[in-house]
């Protein structure tokens, strides 16, 4: 029995011991946590200020206001124009963070214009009086009683956009151009500008080829390079989005031009203002620029894609709690997300770091100015890179970079500035062509570049390699090899198997889709 009161003085002594070590575990283990969180805000801290400058130094600064300048006064401002400003959507209300930062993850996309001509000149077909009639109605020019269905009657329709060109036309000398930023959007915002200057040149595109039906070639030419002036200033929205749309337009704003030279309309000066405006055409370097400032873009976002991965985890929390901790848990969310919002998270920076430096380095690679060369295989190396280094890693300084990876490492957007660099070249070799046959009236049986006044640009796919050129009965072909780099004859239209080359199509053949060309190389 005298044993009987030790028992319980002893399991209180242990009690005591168990509650002073866990206590002792526990202040240890939170020293820790916050020795580890204050090392980790310091380092990212200090890498997030050497990453700055470095950016500073490459002329990507990150401070917001020199990112986005104020712009001058709206009369410097081409788009400060009220047909522009009244396009712009004003954000009022508030927008969600994680809806930002998810919209940022998202694969650009080129606009596609829809209800135009099913064939046009990349198929070998100029545009008719009945395919202007499409564009014009479709477009909204209806009037009461509708005019012919010709020359004439189209460009009286056209007068229904002619204070929107007019407008237009007078600012484009304003060597100024800055759209509203809405910051805190991120830069895959959709803008509205974007769209409606890409459909002004389609309508440019259609009146110029309605000038060429009536033979008013001037005039013609005059709307050519308005259209182009116009996808020059889409380029200074500095995303790639308005990349994308830019090299979009630009490919149908050819129409007129490759029109033009099937029915040998043009005159050699008015051939060498075309190649002159051509030959400002840098797609290379447009979509590189825009590429990294809108890397930069989204590595200043960091507070919205911190906020919005911690909304993540909260919902993520409360959705394994089920039914019991929504209901019952007063507040839960709220008060998780002020918990988790005291951590600091350095490693969100650290991310974003390897992020903008990893889309640096895929930049120097995939747009190669100095060589004229965007190299297909180079893209893919770089793309098995960067799966490898951000696929599986569990390092959480890379975690996040991942979710980026479709958004900025993908072969779309270097494909489309390839394409448009191509035909832009390809738009200068033409008028090269055209020039040969007014002083000789024939085209070349074989090209040789001592024939001509101009430097010939080489593929850009392909590097010093020359555009591949073939002469038909009473035109002539040219075409790139495209993003495959195999010589398929010339074949339009991608086909099941992935064959297409980028061609300038004869004017004396329409080119039907399957159709395949001996080759002669330039």
Same mark, same amino acid.
């Given at each position: ?12 002594s ?5 509650s ?214 889409l ?103 002020k918990?988790l919002s005291? &951590?600091? =998270? %350095? ?8 992020? @903008?430096? $990893?889309?640096?380095? /895929?930049a120097?690679v ?10 297909p ?16 890693t569990?390092?959480p ?6 979710k ?55 593929? &850009?796919? =392909? %590097? ?8 038909? @009965?009473? $035109?002539?072909?040219? /075409? ?43």
């Amino acid at each position: 029995m005298g044993d009987g009161g030790v028992y319980p003085k002893r399991k209180h002594s242990f009690l005591i011991r168990l509650s002073v070590f866990l206590l002792g575990s526990g202040i240890l283990l939170l020293a820790l946590v916050v020795t580890f969180c204050v090392w980790d805000e310091h380092r990212s801290f200090n890498a997030w200020e050497d990453f700055s400058e470095e950016m500073q130094s490459l002329g990507y600064p990150m401070d917001t206001d020199l990112l986005f300048p104020a712009p001058p006064p709206e009369e410097d401002n081409f788009a400060g124009i009220p047909f522009l400003k009244n396009l712009i959507e004003h954000q009022d209300s508030f927008v969600d963070a994680w809806v930002v930062a998810s919209t940022l993850t998202n694969v650009h996309k080129a606009y596609v214009p829809t209800e135009l001509p099913e064939r046009f000149w990349r198929h070998g077909y100029g545009w008719t009086p009945e395919d202007v009639r499409l564009i014009l109605l479709t477009r909204g020019a209806i009037e009461e009683t509708e005019p012919p269905v010709n020359a004439q009657g189209n460009l009286q329709l056209f007068g229904y956009f002619d204070s929107h060109f007019k407008e237009l036309k007078s600012a484009t000398d304003r060597t100024f151009c800055q759209f509203p930023v809405f910051f805190d959007l991120g830069p895959q915002y959709p803008y509205q500008h974007l769209e409606t200057l890409h459909e002004v040149v389609i309508l440019l595109s259609a009146r110029a080829v309605t000038y060429l039906h009536s033979g008013r070639c001037s005039e013609a030419l005059e709307d050519i390079i308005f259209a182009w002036e116009l996808i020059h200033k889409l380029d200074t929205d500095r995303t790639i989005t308005a990349s994308l749309i830019s090299e979009s337009c630009f490919i149908y704003s050819l129409q007129p031009l490759w029109q033009g030279i099937a029915a040998h309309q043009w005159t050699d000066a008015q051939l060498k203002q075309l190649q002159a405006d051509l030959g400002r055409f840098n797609f290379i370097k447009s979509f590189k620029q825009n590429y990294l400032f809108e890397t930069v873009w989204i590595a200043n976002l960091y507070a919205t894609i911190e906020t919005a991965w911690m909304e993540s985890v909260v919902s993520a929390i409360v959705g394994e709690g089920g039914s019991f901790l929504k209901n019952q848990v007063l507040k839960l969310e709220y008060a998780l997300a002020k918990l988790l919002s005291k &951590v600091p =998270m %350095g490693w969100i920076r650290m991310n974003l770091i390897h992020l @903008s430096k $990893s889309a640096f380095d /895929y930049a120097e690679v995939v747009y190669q100015e100095d060589e004229h060369l965007i190299d297909p295989l180079a893209v893919k190396r770089k793309m098995l890179e960067l799966d490898t280094l951000y696929g599986d890693t569990i390092n959480p300084d890379r975690f996040v970079v991942g979710k980026f990876k479709n958004a900025l490492f993908n072969s779309d957007i270097p494909r489309a500035a390839a394409q448009g660099q191509a035909f832009a070249d390809m738009g200068i070799i033409a008028c090269e062509l055209e020039r040969y046959y007014l002083a000789e009236k024939k085209y070349p049986s074989a090209f040789s570049t001592e024939l001509f006044h101009e430097k010939v640009p080489a593929d &850009v796919i =392909m %590097g010093q390699e020359p555009y591949v050129f073939q002469k038909t @009965s009473a $035109s002539f072909m040219l /075409y790139s090899l495209a993003w495959d780099k195999l010589n398929n004859l010339g074949q339009i239209g991608e086909t099941s198997s992935g064959m297409e080359d980028w061609v300038w199509p004869p004017a004396d053949i329409p080119v039907p889709v399957n159709s395949f060309f001996g080759r002669n190389r330039l």
